[in-house]
Each structure stands twice: as C-alpha cells, then as structure tokens.
C-alpha cells in the first residue's frame, strides 16, 4: 500500500481506483495442442493460439465445447466456467470461419479413404446386393459418371388472324351445342364474318336418336362433299339468308312483346287497314 492511499485511508476516505494498467493480470492460457503455424490458411491465421487449439480440437478430435476450451488452455475457475467459455467461443464468428476452413482441409485429406471404403463395399460379395449397388452408384456420381436426365419441351407458336379465330370460336360453340346468339356475343369480329355456316346443336337424347343424329350428319357431308364449288357458294348463301330471316324475325317478336311494335307493322298494313 503506498503511502498516499495510507494517508486516504486513515483520513476516512475511500482510495482512488487503480489504473487498469497497474492492476495485475491472471496466468496467461497455455494450450495443450500445440499448433504449428506451417500451412494455416488466413482464417486460423487470424485467431490467438488458445483460439486455433480450440478449433483443432474441435476438427480433429470431435471435442464438445468444455472439452475443447479446456484443451486450448482455458481454466475452470467455477464447474460450468469451461461449459460458458466453450459456448462463447464456438459462436464467434472468426472461430466459426476457421472451422469452416479446417473442416474443408480434413475432407479432402479423407477423401481417399472414404472412396477406399466404398470400393472395399462394392467388392464384398458377402454384403447385400443393394448396398454394394448404393456404394457403386455413389463411385459412379463422385467420379463423373452420373446419370444424365434429358427433358425436351417443344414450344408451337400459331399466329391467327381474327377471323380465322372467330371460325374457331363458331366451331366450338357448335360443338358445345351453344344457339348462334350466344356464340355471335363471342367473336372478335363479327363484321369479317362473310362466310360461315352455324348450325344449333340438338338436346342429346336416347343412344338411338344419337346415333341417328350422327348418320344424317354424315350423309350431310357426303352430300356437300359432291356439290361444285358454285352449288357449296349458293348454299351457303342461302344458309346467311336463311340465319338473318331467322334473326328478323326474332326480333320482332321480342319488339311485339315489349309493346314498341304492333301486329300491323309486322303485317304492313297501312292505317286503318283491317287484318285479314
């Protein structure tokens, strides 16, 4: 005790602290492993010895935390001290990285035994067949010869024009069995429709109307097949007459029965003309 701290204390008053460089430091850690810097990559390069002792115990002897930090040279002052310090140290993220490097270094040191012992399990006849095949497919995929999968995908790209959409779209409704107005709703552009033949599909009823349905369609297209091109035009033009009559005279029928029309008008009477 120095003669100014003497004074300050047989005045009653409490000393001043020591400086931190004066204050006397514990034993310094010794590892138990001695790590030869010769061939350290820079991540364990980077540690304090105490901190590679630790990793090297960790890599090559499979030491848990405690066990680790008391072999790199860390004391046990209280029972779970080693347990704390072993913890810290192996979430450190340079001890971490170090690790990670010398981990990578064992596995390519111990790549040739670990190959050695799938060999040595491929060619033991007393084993299993399907692990002798498990160690030569896993020979075969480390050494290049894995299995190739080939997937071919081919992409068709049909730009169509609108109108030849809208025919699609009169096709489908026709097979669908949809009426004419509701696949009219459909098209893209029904003004380009010049030619083109939509026929209402009949309720699908007993197999016998079925089948009968389906051989007068047939006998319909061998008859089509033998007309001339001139007779297949004026038919199809009739059939476009035939749709816009139809078309007519629906809407007269909804204009009678909202009341906009009378009966007169339909007829062509003039005023005062009495119907027939």
């Known amino acids: 005790m120095t003669s100014s701290q003497s004074r300050a204390r047989l005045a009653g008053r409490q000393p001043p602290p020591i400086p931190q460089s004066d204050r006397k430091r514990g034993r310094p850690c010794t ?3 001695p790590v030869d810097e010769a061939g350290l990559g820079p991540a364990m390069l980077a540690l304090s010895p105490t901190m590679r002792a630790f990793v090297v115990a960790k890599i090559q002897s499979g030491c848990s935390n405690a066990d680790a930090a008391r072999l790199a040279g860390y004391s046990a002052v209280s029972p779970h001290a080693l347990e704390v310090t072993g913890s810290r140290l192996a979430h450190d993220e340079r001890i971490q990285a170090a690790l990670l490097e010398e981990g990578q270094k064992l596995m390519r040191t111990q790549g040739p035994k670990s190959i050695l012992t ?5 060619d033991n006849k007393s084993l299993d ?4 095949a498990k160690a030569a ?3 075969l995929n480390r050494s290049g010869f894995q299995a190739t999968t080939t997937h071919q995908i081919n992409v068709e790209h049909t730009h169509l024009t609108d109108g030849q959409k809208d025919a699609r779209i009169i096709e489908l409704c026709r097979e669908l069995g949809l009426p004419e107005t509701e696949a009219r709703k459909m098209l893209i552009a029904p003004d380009k429709i010049i030619e083109g033949e939509f026929t209402e599909a009949e309720p699908v009823g007993p197999p016998t109307e079925i089948a009968a349905k389906r051989q007068r369609k047939t006998e319909l297209e061998r008859e089509r097949r033998k007309l001339t091109p001139e007779e297949l035009a004026a038919r199809k033009a009739a059939n476009l007459e035939a749709q816009k009559e139809r078309r007519r005279r629906a809407e007269e029928a909804r204009a009678l029965a909202a009341g906009a029309i009378g009966l007169e008008d ?8 009495e119907i027939p």
Do not use: F, N, Y
């Open 118 to 122: 799938l060999v040595e399990i491929r």
């Open 129 to 132: 067949a399907k692990d002798r």
């Open 137 to 139: 497919v896993e020979l």
């Open 31 to 33: 590892p138990l492993i």
């Open 266 to 273: 339909i007829l062509g009477l003039s005023d005062g003309e």
